[in-house]
T-cell receptor, first 112, second 112 residues
Framework: GQNIDQPTEMTATEGAIVQINCTYQTSGFNGLFWYQQHAGEAPTFLSYNVLDGLEEKGRFSSFLSRSKGYSYLLLKELQMKDSASYLC?????????????FGRGTQLTVWP | EADIYQTPRYLVIGTGKKITLECSQTMGHDKMYWYQQDPGMELHLIHYSYGVNSTEKGDLSSESTVSRIRTEHFPLTLESARPSHTSQYLCASQSGGAYEQYFGPGTRLTVT
């Protein structure tokens, strides 16, 4: 089975840096995904890690340690529009389908 | 950019009614998914398909059914709606060789 854990809520101020952690236990790991979901909207893809290390994409970076079952999403130079829920998801191996298992999401609020 | 559409966006319906939630994508993606998401909770996979005439049930027990007669279309049907079906339903699609899932805007269903 899959067990994905991330904090429920976080707050930060505009311009700051925030790190959202995600731990997982899975049978058959096939990638770690981060999605952003604004209230009432669809999730949008942010990042994908399948190997250990840091992937940087503009203001957002994502880190993976497979041996520790741990990932984090790092958001720099926070903006008000970054207020959203951030979903950690794990891909499952052993299937022809690229199915994902999602955590409950971390609701980030950015204050001015 | 992937284009994936869901209709209706909002639906309020009485108990016992039959409803169909529509999902269409214009990217020619082979893989399509239906997720159910309650506020503050993780996305649960309820149905998936990896091609025409191929459908499978996901993790969440559901009284819904799906069909995949055309690549671009993946409708979800509830034969008899119940208040427990009140939720947000998200459709997603994925190219066969890619890892990113693209989500539609969702249908927020309320069963009274």
């Amino acid at each position: 089975g899959q067990n994905i854990d991330q904090p429920t809520e976080m707050t930060a101020t505009e311009g700051a840096i925030v790190q959202i952690n995600c731990t997982y236990q899975t049978s058959g790991f096939n990638g770690l995904f981060w999605y952003q979901q604004h209230a009432g909207e669809a999730p949008t893809f942010l990042s994908y890690n399948v190997l250990d290390g840091l992937e940087e994409k503009g203001r957002f970076s994502s880190f993976l340690s497979r041996s520790k079952g741990y990932s984090y999403l790092l958001l720099k130079e926070l903006q008000m529009k970054d207020s959203a829920s951030y979903l950690c998801a794990v891909g499952s191996r052993g299937s022809t389908l690229g199915r994902l298992y999602f955590g409950r999401g971390t609701q980030l609020t950015v204050w001015p | 950019e992937a284009d994936i559409y869901q209709t209706p966006r909002y639906l309020v319906i009485g108990t016992g009614k039959k409803i169909t939630l529509e999902c269409s994508q214009t990217m020619g993606h082979d893989k399509m998914y239906w997720y159910q998401q309650d506020p503050g909770m993780e996305l649960h996979l309820i149905h998936y398909s990896y091609g025409v005439n191929s459908t499978e049930k996901g993790d969440l027990s559901s009284e819904s059914t799906v069909s995949r007669i055309r690549t671009e279309h993946f409708p979800l049907t509830l034969e008899s709606a119940r208040p427990s079906h009140t939720s947000q339903y998200l459709c997603a699609s994925q190219s066969g060789g890619a890892y990113e899932q693209y989500f539609g805007p969702g249908t927020r269903l309320t069963v009274t």
